[in-house]
């Protein structure tokens, strides 16, 4: 049996969090882009709040 060390690991495109290979991906691994349900199902929402935080980081003016 395999460490869970030793098996090949993601970042979610989502929450920036790492997750690693599972079983059940064993096929499609290559297109695995989300760690879990939740984070498929909020990846719209996700992407427009990551380019609000860019565009709010952007308008701050340094004094």
Do not use: Q, T
């Not at 098996?7 to 495109?13: A, N, R, T, V, Y």
């Not at 499609?28 to 990846?43: F, L, P």
């Not at 992407?47 to 565009?55: Q, R």
């Amino acid at each position: 049996m395999r460490k869970k060390s030793d098996l090949p690991s993601k970042l979610c495109e989502v929450c920036g969090l790492s997750f690693a290979w599972r079983k059940k991906w064993e096929k499609d691994w290559a297109s695995v882009k989300y760690c879990s349900e939740r984070c498929r199902r909020a990846r719209s929402s996700a992407s427009v709040k990551n380019s609000m935080v860019v565009l709010a980081i952007g308008s701050v003016k340094h004094i």
